[in-house]
């Protein structure tokens, strides 16, 4: 029976209406959901800063002076930026050690030993910690480490005047703001990574010498150095630029060792010739290290070992042990380095006392011998190996260290006391009162060692009481963000279940209509908002941040909306339960091999050797998988095995890339040649059956387009200032203006340029791979920039094979049972299948290979410097208010 053509007509009029509008609203609700899912990440990526980055620092703490009498007038501390231990220890290839003077003070003179740094180990956080004995204020990341966001407390404050020198980032941290301080800093201009920077040590020392000759002049400069508790701070930052321009193997960074060593010589010869008393204590370290492909910022031991040397006034001399032989006593520093670590032989301090230190311990120890009092947020330890008192000033100063820490203690107990409804104390601390009497007890009446036992306890059980209120909101904000992210999840498959699948369509065919009652749904948003409100109120009582209101309010309202589906839930169950044993079977198989590959990619964030073995493996499977099932191409099989083993060679090299200007040149020219490959495969495929649909050709002939060799030109230019900004680096030579401009104009013009190529699949691919190759070489070391031909081929590789699969008439369906394969949405889309899971997993694992690839992006000293040489080579990280030009007094 032939139907009405009109009615027919109206009626595929109303379906196609209906479909539209169907589909309208599911944009528009995607819409929706794209929005919210940019808040709430944003919103949770802010729980790092409540979680992990909140501030240590707290007010209202009375500082408290020790009871003893000041073993030194002054104090001289020298910081070496970016001086590696082993470095500074062990000696030349000659035989000869690099800092002999230092030498000689650890073998006549004072004590010596490693200083642990704890990550960040940058210049700002490690000179927090040698300064003001606490580890980086973590907030200070929301200011790029640039300025004090709570102020703290130092032993530059405690003392009589500071006088500093050195770089512009360092020294107006502790300086700007201290008006009992005279201070200099260099422009800066000056931190030219082009160039040596030794002199930039010797600069702090000349300001120091010039100092002390006009006070000759100056009664009134003669009186503020004459003064008691005067500290001098001189920042050599020379290592630091040296190691970063030319690694810390290189002949330029070893002699600025030694470079260091002669100053510091000559500033303990200025001094003692000053001032003639022999009441100056002296301490020299460096606030990091420096890895060997001249970065640092992570917890690698080459950039938290520190040299400490401490000589002079109230520093013990040094100690010859008859045995090295030491016993694991099980205590860890902050490096998670073993206590009493053996002594490298290549050092040839065999036999010489090591006493080791964590780098806030130095703070305690320099307003130690000052007879300051301790820096109020400091968690550092009075390290008593090198402090030079008797048995009862030995006890005086551990009391005044523990109370000092116990303070803060009690400050944060007291702060978060008053802001919980159902308080939980730190229960070993209950009788801290008890304890400080017993101690005051047993020094009155001679028992110094009990007391000494006592005092160590209980700074102890204090660092741990300070941990764990620094800690006391984990548990609910982890579980709250937890909850949150799980819930976002949720809602994402119950979307995608409800709209891309055949559930609904199969719910409705067997007569389980999905059903939604407004008012359950309004029932459900009602419980909800009380939820919100009462947990809301609870965190409002508490004086809880407002970003805590938010976490919860965000957590709740996604489960509600989970709740809202219970109808599709009930759905899914019933699905699920009416699917035979196979069907369970197959689900349960793809769950657990997404659980795995899920496993794997946690797995290669210490190992990225796994990703070897994974690209070698998939780069077989993915050829079979082709071969198989898309027939009349041999090509893409090949291509899809070649391109995955050549990814694979990568995660085998160094994740520290060595300099080699010859292959970034060579990776240029493969570009090059990959683009031409490209372009000759893209005329020659348009006449193939098999390849002309999956490329989306043009109707038109093609022509060798003008933008296509426009970015080869560009390619090939990037590669020549590649060899000629090199060429002058090498040569110690600045980079030219000239240069700059050429690098940036590069960059500039060839990540646009793609924005205008044809639209066809492998034109635009083509345009895409030639516009982003410029800045990518021109940021190349060595090897990775040969990753980037091979990742991009691999990426091809991935989308042909996915093109292919898309317009294949019969594309092999894996459902969870066999019915319904050929589901159609309303407007001409097919339904989702299980198989189509394996695209957002080979995306995440490429998308991890792009950062991981060539190194370890998750590490904060992942980044190589090196790698903007090409485009600026001054640093100037942060922005000073304060002319570096004038004294402060």
Sequence with gaps: ???????????????????????????????????????????????????????????????????????????????????????????????????????????????????????????????????????????????????????????????????????????????????????????????????????????????????????????????????????????????????????????????????????????????????????????????????????????????????????????????????????????????????????????????????????????????????????????????????????????????????????????????????????????????????????????????????????????????????????????????????????????????????????????????????????????VDLCGFLVMGMLSGVLFFQNSPFLYHIYVAMTVFLWTQILKDTEILKVIWRYLSSCKFSSHVKLFAICVSTILILEFLVMSFSDRRLYTWCFLLVGVAAALFASNNIPGSSVLPIFTLVTCWFLSIFTLMPAEIPDSTQLVLASGATIIVVGMAGRWFDFRSRGSKCWFPILNHDIKAPQLSKLFLFQVLLVGLSSGMVWLCTSHRTQKQELLTLHQLINWFLVGVSVVLPFFSPTSLMSRLLSIFLGFAPPFLLLSIGYEALFYSAFSLTLTAWLFLECALLNLNNVQSFTMNDADTKGMLNYGERYLQLFDLRVPLIFIVLFNVAFFGTGNFASIASFEISSVYRFITVFSFFVSDVSAETYQA
């Excluded at 006088?163 to 300086?175: E, Q, T």
């Excluded at 009481?465 to 799980?486: A, E, K, N, S």
């Design 1 to 523: 029976m032939r139907g009405d053509g009109i009615l027919d007509s109206l009626h595929g009029d109303q379906i196609n209406a209906a479909g539209t509008h169907k589909r309208d609203r599911l944009k528009s609700r995607e819409r929706w959901l794209v929005v919210l899912g940019v808040v709430l990440h944003s919103v949770y990526l802010l729980s790092i800063f409540d979680i992990y980055f909140k501030t240590p620092i707290v007010h209202g703490m009375e500082p408290v002076k020790p009871r003893f009498v000041a073993p030194a007038k002054r104090l001289v501390l020298l910081v070496a930026d970016g001086l590696r231990a082993d470095k500074f220890f062990e000696p030349d290839l000659q035989g000869k050690f690099r800092a002999p003077f230092l030498r000689s003070i650890m073998k006549t003179k004072g004590r010596w030993g490693v200083s642990h740094a704890r990550p960040p180990t940058e210049s700002r956080p490690g000179h927090v910690s040698i300064i003001a004995g606490f580890y980086e204020d973590p907030s200070a990341v929301t200011k790029g480490w640039k300025a004090n966001p709570v102020e703290f407390d130092t032993v530059f404050n405690r003392s009589q005047h500071t006088i500093s020198f050195g770089s512009p980032d360092i020294v107006p941290i502790f300086c700007s703001a201290l008006s009992h301080s005279t201070w200099n800093t260099y422009p800066h201009e000056f931190e030219d990574f082009a160039s040596d920077a030794s002199f930039l040590d010797h600069w702090s020392f000349d300001q120091f010498q010039s100092l002390l000759n006009k006070s000759h002049e100056d009664p009134r400069l003669k009186e503020l150095l004459l003064q008691d508790n005067l500290v001098v701070f001189l920042h050599l930052l020379g290592c630091d630029t040296n190691g970063h321009a030319h690694k810390p193997y290189s002949s330029i960074y070893l002699n600025n060792v030694k470079v260091v060593d002669h100053i510091t010589k000559s500033v303990y010869d200025l001094v003692e010739g000053y001032f003639k008393d022999n009441r100056t204590a002296y301490i020299f370290t460096a606030d990091h290290g420096m890895s060997d492909k001249g970065s640092h910022g992570d917890g690698h031991p080459t950039n938290t070992d520190t040299p400490l040397v401490a000589w002079g006034a109230g520093i013990r001399n040094p100690n010859w042990l008859s045995h090295a032989s030491q016993v694991d006593d099980g205590f860890r520093f902050v490096d998670d380095h073993v206590h009493d670590m053996p002594t490298p032989v290549q050092w040839g301090l065999g036999g010489l006392e090591r006493i080791d230190v964590n780098q806030a311990d130095i703070a305690p120890l320099m307003a130690a011998v000052l007879g300051l009092p301790c820096p109020v947020n400091s968690v550092g330890s009075l390290p008593l190996g090198y402090i030079n008192l008797n048995k009862a000033e030995e006890v005086e100063a551990v009391l005044a260290n523990t109370k000092q820490v116990l303070n803060q203690f009690l400050r944060k107990s007291q702060l978060k006391q008053s802001n919980s409804l159902q308080f939980k104390p730190f229960k070993p601390l209950a009788n801290y009162s008890y304890i400080l009497v017993q101690i005051e007890d047993l020094m009155a009446s001679g028992n110094f060692q009990p007391a000494m036992d006592l005092s160590l306890n209980l700074r102890r059980l204090a660092l741990e009481g300070l941990h764990y209120f620094q800690t006391y909101d984990w548990l609910m904000l982890m579980t709250t963000v937890t909850l949150g992210y799980i819930g976002w999840m949720f809602n994402l498959v119950l979307h995608v279940l409800k709209f891309y699948t055949s559930l609904i369509d199969n719910a409705h065919k067997t007569r389980n209509t999905v059903v939604y009652s407004g008012r359950s749904t309004r029932k």
